[in-house]
């Protein structure tokens, strides 16, 4: 199992979530899935999505999933804190 946590435009995945609570999905695992892989399977294209993290280390598309893992989701319109820095880490941008 996965443990999605959503940000921002993305909790609307959730029905009735709410900005002030968390907003987590548990989502089946799949044996050998690529984030890339992951994020398609969840309705979003690679557009829809800005900095994200899988077990607290930012994604990339190739990057595999494991059972267990907790994955961060954020909007494309949702940046790092430090300035620039989504431009040289974006998954999109490696």
Do not use: W
């Not at 907003?23 to 690679?46: A, N, P, Q, S």
Request: glycine share 12%.
């Amino acid at each position: 199992m996965l443990e999605v946590h959503l940000y921002g435009l993305l909790r609307g995945l959730v029905k009735d979530s709410r900005a002030d609570e968390d907003t987590i999905l548990h989502v089946e695992y799949r044996d050998g899935e690529r984030f890339g892989e992951f994020v398609k399977r969840l309705g979003l294209d690679e557009k829809d999505i800005g900095d994200c993290f899988v077990n607290g280390v930012i994604a990339t598309l190739d990057d595999v999933l494991r059972d267990g893992d907790r994955v961060g989701l954020f909007p494309f319109n949702m940046v790092l804190i430090d300035g620039g820095m989504h431009m040289k880490y974006h998954p999109q941008r490696r």
